[in-house]
T-cell receptor, first 116, second 111 residues
Framework: GAVVSQHPSWVICKSGTSVKIECRSL??????MFWYRQFPKQSLMLMAT?????????EQGVEKDKFLINHASLTLSTLTVTSAHPEDSSFYIC????????????FGPGTRLTVT | GQNIDQPTEMTATEGAIVQINCTYQ??????LFWYQQHAGEAPTFLSY????GLEEKGRFSSFLSRSKGYSYLLLKELQMKDSASYLC????????????FGSGTQLTVLP
């Protein structure tokens, strides 16, 4: 149990376009999901906390108008990178929190975004 | 805020034991996690400590001292497949209970 999926696993887009990444908890409900970004050879940096039915909470320095987060159901959160630029190329990872588990966060497999 | 330090790189030999240290400074400490991450993949959970002491899980053990803000991950009987990045992460109190990750320790296991 506690499987989290992400789609797509990789995507290449042109500069100026928008890309949507989906994060789904497949076998549990997740009131809270987290979005991370990881640049090569660096650790995971928390971008935002996504809460079902309410606005996301963004970390300092993360532009909420550029990284749109929607958590419309207990099993799905989406991250949309708007007007993507090459510097947005990164590995985006989501995690979902199940309140009943002491370990809480289950990570998705990640999405590799390349902006050309 | 939180500050988490761990060595950038370590090298060890197959069959040996290696200890990866992590020190942290945080407010509202609510647990420390260790994750393993292979290149291009998501982190996978290894261990969780919330109380002082040692947690053993097969070849992996993790230790926590809350008073010292210190943890270590001990890997025994190293195998080549253990070559990966090991991430120390601290959870803070609060409704979101977010994880803050250290920069990761890249472990290379040599034959």
């Amino acid at each position: 149990g506690a499987v989290v999926s992400q789609h797509p696993s990789w995507v290449i887009c042109k500069s100026g376009t928008s890309v949507k990444i989906e994060c789904r908890s497949l076998d549990f409900q997740a009131t809270t999901m987290f979005w991370y970004r990881q640049f090569p050879k660096q650790s995971l940096m928390l971008m935002a906390t996504s809460n079902e039915g309410s606005k996301a909470t963004y970390e300092q320095g993360v532009e909420k108008d550029k990284f749109l987060i929607n958590h419309a159901s207990l099993t799905l959160s989406t991250l949309t990178v708007t007007s993507a630029h090459p510097e947005d190329s990164s590995f985006y990872i989501c995690s979902a929190r199940r309140d009943s588990s002491p370990y809480e966060q289950y990570f998705g497999p990640g999405t590799r975004l390349t902006v050309t | 805020g939180q500050n988490i330090d761990q060595p950038t790189e370590m090298t060890a030999t197959e069959g040996a034991i290696v200890q990866i240290n992590c020190t942290y400074q945080t407010s509202g400490f609510n647990g420390l996690f260790w994750y393993q991450q292979h290149a291009g993949e998501a982190p996978t959970f290894l261990s969780y400590n919330v109380l002082d002491g040692l947690e053993e899980k097969g070849r992996f053990s993790s230790f926590l001292s809350r008073s010292k803000g210190y943890s270590y991950l001990l890997l025994k009987e190293l195998q080549m497949k253990d070559s990966a990045s090991y991430l120390c992460a601290v959870r803070v109190s609060g409704s979101a209970r977010q994880l803050t990750f250290g920069s990761g320790t890249q472990l290379t296991v040599l034959p």
